[in-house]
């Protein structure tokens, strides 16, 4: 840790989100409804709230720090409706990122470098248990321009007040595309100076620009961006720290050295999906330098191949982990989602590790989602065959987490993978959980009605890809609901994993209207939202299946209803 500073992210998951005006050209991924933005919903529709995953009571959301004990959740909130606009900095805190209490706005625009709006930013502690906050605002011009705030009360561990110094902006759009500038990072200390990264675009490439300060208050940009990449489109929410090659902690965000390798995330605008690179960072050049293990670009590497957006990673000094958060917008219908009163939860929070082999990373839940289990349900030793499926009895399965282990006795006889098949959302919607194949698909259906006429199906399809085996991992969503209007996609990842010990396993956390997946110990997550009409609440049903013609055996599963925290 250089100079005994400690850095850590304070926002930036949801607060990416964009609808900005320029010359009358909109760089904007929410659409504005002027009409709709400040229309309070008489009642809040409960049907597909969920039960453990962080919402505010109501309205339009899509939200890390930790200091003096407490982790503090600053999210972007319309306090009037629940569809984008009239945003404020919102602000909860928590003592074990599961239970969470709501504490007044932090930020809202009040400046003239801001009066357009406080959008994304991150936060750095500096030296003596100081933490700045560092945003993005629009200003009178309608410029994007990056901003500080402070504490009014450092020893207030609860950092109920912040302070808009009038020296602002520190960060101007010199040289930059103006409506195309945001999303600071947190910051990193190396060679005497303080670096950031600010999220841009120059035509069509994404660029990662680099800023350096001493003092923390002029910042300087460096001639060359610390990584860009043609025909990508806007980067926003870029997040850029260190993994250890090998161990079980995160690293503080300035921590360099000859075990350590460097992650670079960013958010496509263009898209809505993320991806990452692993690779090298060359401090003495500002340089970053991705690793050939995967692609650079849109089809890379991705934290969540679902619905999964605007994420930022900070790092725990109190259980030396860096921990991840990511936003799920809804699928729903805009009217609907005034009607119902709410919009966007965050998913739960995710440890990150470098995998072993280097090429990807591993994303689990916190360990403190286990305190919401109750008594397991537990299934061993039971043989799928083709066309089987079994039902998960004694949870609340509109409400669980389930780990399951499957065994795959033989692929010998797994279907042979086409060289044509290079997206996995595609060969999802091809091969789908109905669709009988050799080895899979095989998996779970969660939130399913009593006679199937909706679930959603969470699940595994292994091909033969020369001597090496392609595993898919799919989350379709195209059963989810028999309602026709919503967005329902068959989301999909590969996962790269051995199968030498013919072995499997998933997790899948269901609450309601999400189900987060994670397979093979978080090799690849994918994140889905749904909206069941007849599986919900009490009717919700959970089932094991195979619809494959090879047997597979559940070598063991452990099912848990999960209780409520204290939300708000």
Not at 115 to 123: D, H, L, M, P, V
Not at 266 to 286: F, H, M, Q, W
Not at 475 to 481: H, I, L, P, Q, T
């Amino acid at each position: 840790m250089a100079n005994g500073i400690r850095n850590n992210v304070l926002l930036g998951i949801a607060s990416c989100i964009w609808a900005v005006m320029l010359n009358d050209v909109v760089e904007a991924s929410h659409k504005v409804y002027p009409e709709l933005q400040s229309l309070q919903a008489s009642t809040v529709n409960q049907i597909h709230r969920t039960g453990y995953h962080f919402q505010p009571p109501r309205n339009w959301i899509n939200g890390p720090m930790y200091y003096k004990g407490l982790y503090h959740l600053f999210y972007q909130y319309n306090p009037k409706g629940a569809v984008w606009g009239n945003i404020v900095w919102a602000h909860s805190v928590s003592k074990d990122l599961i239970n969470w209490a709501a504490l007044e706005p932090a930020i809202y625009p009040s400046k003239p470098f801001d009066i357009n709006g406080c959008w994304s930013g991150s936060a750095t502690i500096l030296p003596g248990d100081k933490p700045v906050i560092l945003y993005t605002g629009i200003d009178e011009d309608q410029k994007q321009v990056q901003n500080y705030a402070i504490p009014e009360n450092t020893s207030d561990q609860y950092l109920r007040k912040w302070i808009k110094p009038d020296n602002n902006p520190i960060i101007l759009t010199e040289g930059v595309n103006a409506s195309a500038f945001r999303d600071p990072t947190t910051a990193w200390w190396g060679n005497g100076h303080w670096k950031l990264l600010v999220g841009s675009r120059k035509y069509q490439r994404g660029m990662a620009y680099l800023y350096r300060s001493k003092d923390f208050i002029k910042w300087v940009k460096s001639k060359h961006p610390l990584h860009s990449k043609a025909l990508t489109g806007m980067w926003e929410c870029p997040d850029f720290f260190p993994v250890l090659l090998k161990g079980a902690n995160g690293l503080d965000t300035s921590i360099m050295g000859p075990n350590v390798k460097h992650v670079l995330k960013v958010s496509l605008d263009v898209t809505r999906y993320e991806y990452y690179t692993v690779g090298t960072y060359i401090p003495a050049k500002d340089v970053y330098v991705p690793d050939n293990t995967s692609e650079d670009g849109w089809g890379g590497l991705r934290y969540d191949y679902g619905n999964f957006y605007a994420s930022k990673s900070f790092y725990d000094p109190a259980k030396h982990r860096r921990i991840l958060w990511g936003w799920a917008n809804e699928s729903d219908t805009t009217a609907n989602d005034t009607a119902k009163g709410w919009a966007g939860i965050q998913l739960i929070p995710r440890t990150i590790l470098l995998d072993p082999n280097g090429r990807q990373l591993i994303l689990w839940p916190v360990k403190e989602l286990n305190s919401l289990r109750s008594v397991p349900v537990k299934l061993s030793n039971y043989v799928l065959e083709k066309g089987n499926h079994v039902q998960i009895k004694g949870i609340t399965a509109a409400q669980a987490d389930v780990e399951v282990t499957f065994s795959i006795p033989s692929l010998d006889k797994a279907e042979p993978f086409d060289s044509s098949w290079v997206n996995a959302q595609d060969l999802c919607g091809l091969k789908g959980s109905t669709v009988q194949g050799r080895v899979g698909p095989f998996g779970l259906l969660t939130l399913a009605s009593q006679h199937l006429e909706e679930y959603t199906p969470v699940f595994f399809r292994i091909f033969k890809d020369g001597h090496k085996h392609k595993v898919l991992l799919c989350s379709d969503a195209r059963s989810s609901s028999l309602r026709k209007e919503l967005y329902k996609p068959s989301f999909a990842g590969f996962v790269d994993v051995d199968l030498s010990h013919g072995k499997l396993s998933l997790r899948s956390l269901i609450d309601h209207s999400v189900v987060e997946s994670f397979g093979a110990g978080g090799k690849t997550c994918i994140s889905s939202r749904v909206y069941p009409t007849l599986a919900i609440m009490g009717s919700a049903n959970l089932y094991a299946f195979n619809n494959g013609s090879e047997a597979i055996t559940i070598e063991n599963l452990t099912a848990w209803s999960m209780g409520r925290p204290r939300m708000n």
